[in-house]
Every structure is written in C-alpha cells, then in structure tokens.
C-alpha cells in the first residue's frame, strides 16, 4: 500500500494551493479518503473526507467554504484544492484511506508540507 502526496510549498496568504495523493496497492473504491493536518506539538487533525463514491464530503469547520476535496476513482487520485490560505493552515498535510467497511484498514501517507507566512 501506498499513499504519496504532493504539491505542497510556500505560498503567499490568500494564495491556492492543490495538493494530490497518489494511491496504491489496495482497492481504493472501497476506501473513504481524507486529508489530516498536523503542526508540532498538535494532534493531527482531519480537514476534509470524501466517500468511495465521492458524493458524500465533509470538512473541518476551519476550511469550509475555502478547501474542496475530490477523488477520481479511475486514477486512483484525491486531491485537496485549497483556497484564501491563511498562515492558521501551515501544517503537513497527510492523505489518510480508511476501508469503509473496515476501519482497522486504515493507511496513512508521508505528508507534505505546506507553509502560509504571516
């Protein structure tokens, strides 16, 4: 199993950023996909999930209206576009895949980085 995330970097406040999850090694229909955040010395928090079938999404409070998370079933792909970035959202972002029927299968990836300056 593999989860390999990218697209993170330094942008400007109120910038856009997209970051891209590469998926591998299990049957990622099956799986809910999600985005974590964490900064040191904080828990990992969830931002935003999206279901196998990719209707059903959900979000953190904190990035509703700015972040959309989206899934493309066929490459095997999800992808958090985030907009109006603020330096509250520097973190490492991880891309999670929780099995929907089975939540002891659960993966994580390595994360990237995304940094807001204020």
């Known amino acids: 199993v593999q989860l390999v995330e990218s697209g993170g970097g330094l942008v400007q406040p109120g910038g856009s950023l997209r970051l891209s999850c590469a998926a591998s090694g299990f049957t990622f229909n099956f799986y809910i996909m999600s985005w974590y955040r964490q900064v040191p010395g904080k828990e990992r928090e969830l931002v935003a999930g999206i279901r196998s079938g990719g209707g059903i999404t959900n979000y953190a409070d904190s990035v509703k209206g700015r972040f959309t998370v989206s899934r493309d079933n066929v490459k095997n792909m999800v992808y958090l576009q985030m907009n109006s970035l603020d330096p509250e959202d520097t973190a490492v972002y991880y891309c999670?895949?929780?099995?929907?029927?089975?939540?002891?299968?659960?993966?994580w990836g390595k994360g990237t980085l995304v940094t807001v300056p204020s």
């Open positions: 999670n895949a929780q099995h929907a029927w089975s939540p002891a299968m659960n993966y």
